[in-house]
């Protein structure tokens, strides 16, 4: 690597979901939500992406970062 890609390398977000593709991309429809809330990972260390697993809290303890996840919460009528 040169050393600029080599630098941009060392600051990935994304470790290892979906390596082989290009560009990670989840599509999600509202209406086949099933339960009334749902949790998605915006941390990129969940072992059940794009569900989060809640391994964003080691993930903040080990590095001091915030990240948590996106809650979907579907309103009952
Ligand atoms: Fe990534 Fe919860 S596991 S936000």
Do not use: A, M
Request: proline share 5%.
């Amino acid at each position: 690597f040169l050393p600029q890609r080599k630098k941009q390398r060392d600051c990935l977000i994304n470790l290892k979901i979906q390596k082989e593709n290009p560009k990670v991309v989840n599509e999600i429809d509202i209406e086949d939500l099933r339960s009334t809330n749902v949790c998605y990972c915006r941390c990129w260390r969940s072992k059940t992406f794009p569900v989060c697993d809640k391994s964003h809290i080691k993930h903040n303890e080990l590095t001091g970062d915030n990240v948590g996840p996106l809650i979907l919460k579907k309103k009952i009528l």
